[in-house]
């Protein structure tokens, strides 16, 4: 049992630096997954990666993982679901690689209150892996997908009242002031997000993306999700005030890509490329960071948008 435990974990190690060595050459590359651009549907709705069959979206590390593929859409399935489907995957497809977790049981001696040893059977999170393929790497049966919206539509794709209807509908939303006007930043103490106003950035897609930036920073409150991370944050080049970094980036944009904004605009990619080296030295120090930080990310989101949606898989490291 103990040599089959510590293969397991051993196993899960493994995962976490190739997970970690996948996102780091995309970003050494200047390729940034998390702001992978899909498509807009005819309704509107942006595209997110998600199962072709269960209609689920990836969240988490699934979702920046699959970020880092090439696909033109982002509906993904499983060899034997493709099967099942009457097709089959094309001979020199690749697979693209989800994680979940599974738990492995194990016996511990544990002493009541009394002084009485007993055994008890605990779970110890495993992470393991599979592949799953793009719908454009099917043969043998034909997919269906939701119709794009046409090019001359997709001026739309600013919707600036959706954004500003992910503040509106923030419950117990930090106050936004402003008091500095050349800087952006959340105070804990206070429990306000400072903004300078629209006016002072490049672009009003700037000015959301950086207040989202700052609103995911403030569901660390005590009072919200407690995240360790800002609570107890260790300054500026310490290991927590790091994975909040990064998570506050990758959850501004979940938020930024469900409103329409374009991430990829050069305008935005600008303020990215001076955090790049930063990522990617905090990366490759810590193989967990990344999944940490996108796990981070997605509660954090789905706590503004007041979204219960049950995950494909659980993005929470162990301790």
Not at 6 to 19: E, F, I, N, P
Not at 77 to 91: D, M, P, S, Y
Not at 216 to 229: F, V
Not at 265 to 278: F, S
């Amino acid at each position: 049992m103990q040599n089959a435990k510590a293969s397991a974990q051993r196993g899960s190690m493994d995962l976490y630096a190739r997970v970690t060595d996948l996102i780091v050459d995309e970003l050494e590359k200047g390729r940034i997954p998390w702001r992978k651009r899909w498509g807009i549907l005819k309704d509107g709705q942006i595209e997110v990666a998600q199962n072709y069959i269960s209609k689920r979206s990836y969240t988490g590390i699934n979702s920046v993982l699959l970020g880092c593929a090439s696909y033109e859409r982002p509906y993904f399935l499983t060899f034997k679901q493709a099967t099942e489907l009457g097709g089959n995957i094309r001979k020199d497809a690749k697979g693209n690689l989800v994680v979940f977790w599974s738990v492995l049981e194990k016996e511990k001696e544990v002493t009541n209150n009394k002084g009485e040893a007993k055994i008890k059977k605990v779970g110890v999170p495993l992470l393991k892996h599979y592949f799953v393929f793009n719908v454009a790497d099917v043969e043998g049966v034909t997919i269906d997908l939701p119709e794009l919206k046409t090019p001359d539509a997709l001026d739309e794709v600013y919707n600036y009242n959706a954004c500003d209807a992910v503040y509106a509908g923030y419950s117990n939303a930090p106050e936004i002031v402003h008091i500095d006007p050349a800087r952006a930043y959340y105070s804990p103490l206070r429990d306000v997000v400072n903004m300078p106003r629209p006016t002072a950035f490049d672009c009003l897609e700037a000015y959301y993306c950086v207040l989202f930036h700052e609103l995911i920073h403030s569901t660390g409150h005590r009072d919200r999700l407690n995240r360790e991370e800002l609570v107890h944050s260790d300054g500026f080049g310490g290991e927590l005030y790091a994975r909040e970094e990064l998570t506050a980036e990758i959850g501004a944009c979940y938020l930024a890509s469900s409103c329409g904004l374009d991430l990829t605009d050069h305008r935005l990619l600008t303020n990215a490329a001076a955090y790049l080296q930063n990522w990617l030295s905090a990366l490759k120090g810590d193989k967990t960071l990344i999944f940490r930080a996108s796990g981070q990310a997605q509660k954090a989101v789905n706590y503004v948008l007041n979204d219960v949606t049950e995950e494909i898989a659980s993005d929470v490291v162990a301790a």
